[in-house]
């Protein structure tokens, strides 16, 4: 039997100044203290990346980033590469996000080849699944996390999974103030631990999987108390230290 160590991610999405995320960080730094038993960490804009390192670096805080190119470096404009998240420090970076796959268009296989330039630069994939409304509604919201975790499975195999962390977020709740419920949100990652353990039990057992979708200092420490919910990922509520800090402070449990 292991102990997974609950994680708490913030995503900024795209938020923040140069001095708005001066500030938060030097709120958070005022605060993690508390927080001894979570792993926090901040997903940042790439361009707020450097500034998030200088505030960091010798904090118990990590930080990451919000999405990566597949290439390591080349003539893709306007791409982040994997090595230049490592070289400013990232330990995370988010991949699948449900915004990347909806406005971008990323696909389960491009998410699969992401998953492994994450790895092949040293940092933590953390994947995003769920499903949206009309899938939820329709009864598939098994058959589309099955669908997406599989792809990643299928083309880097089962250990190279269990290096990352996964995040289930249902898509309509995702900025919406629309949370699942905690027996909701515990069934479907009861079910995502259960399709790795097909493969791995091993990996299964270890495996980080996030909540994520309008969680907030009201609802953490619920969600967070099921079973098989291991932390948040965390959008509107981690742009306010205070906010963010009781949400990192409902996993320390
Ligand atoms: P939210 O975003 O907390 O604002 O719903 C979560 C996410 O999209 O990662």
Redesign the pocket.
Known sequence: FTMRQPLVAG?W?MNGSRASVAALLDGLKAGIGQVTTAEVAVCAPAILIADTQASLQGSSIKWGGQDLSVHESGAYTGEIAGPMLADFGCHYVIIG???RRAYHGESDALVAEKFVAARNAGLVPIL?VGETLEERESGITEQVVARQIDAVVAHCGIDKVGEGVI?Y?PVW????GKTATPEQAQEVHAFIRGRLAASSASVAEDMQILY????NPKNAAELIGQADIDGG?????SLKADDFLAVCSAANG
Do not use: F, P, R, V
């Open positions: 995503n999405k996000h449900s915004e995003c995040a977020e709740a995702i900025g919406t994520g979708g309008s969680m990922l965390i959008g509107g509520a």
